[in-house]
């Protein structure tokens, strides 16, 4: 009967530490949170790195910008894409007139608002390279310098 008090607080231990496991498990897909932090992130790195770094660091798919998801893109206020962390194929190429699959120009609506603001959400429609299926995306930008730095999460 001595040990019940052990017994007990084993118990209570295994508990709180199966508790904290799940509140600290991170979800299969990204949060708009995430989204924003590692916006923020990228555009603290580019500032204190240089853009050429900076550019390369987002662009690399092992990186710390990479994330199940949440990927960032670096766009000019051209259009022209500088750094994308999901598809190298896009760097230095001019979307301005890309659209998503409702016609939506979402590449000359992002480099708009991002001379209009510092910082802003946007919604369309993108591949998610993790489903390989076309999704509702919300993407957050901040504007820095003659750039658009974006990471997004699918409304999954």
């Not at 022209?80 to 659209?99: F, P, Q, S, W």
């Not at 999704?135 to 699918?154: A, F, H």
Request: aromatic fraction near 8%; charge should be positive.
């Amino acid at each position: 009967m001595k040990h019940t008090g052990s017994i007990k607080a084993c118990v209570a231990a295994f508990v709180a530490c199966c508790a904290l496991g799940v509140a600290h498990a991170k979800s299969e897909f990204a949060t708009p949170d995430e989204a924003t932090a590692m916006v923020k992130k990228g555009v603290a790195f580019i500032k204190s790195n240089g853009k050429d770094k900076g550019w390369a660091e987002i662009s690399n798919k092992s990186g710390m910008f990479n994330d199940r998801d949440l990927y960032l893109v670096v766009y000019g206020l051209d259009g022209t894409v500088h750094a994308h962390g999901a598809n190298e194929k896009m760097i230095g190429r001019n979307l301005i007139e890309l659209k998503d699959v409702d016609g939506k120009p979402f590449v000359k609506e992002r480099v708009e608002l991002g001379r209009a603001k510092p910082n802003f959400w946007q919604d369309y429609k993108f591949t998610n390279p993790v489903s390989k299926k076309v999704e509702p995306k919300q993407m957050y930008c901040e504007r820095l310098d003659e750039t658009v730095v974006c990471g997004g999460v699918y409304k999954n």
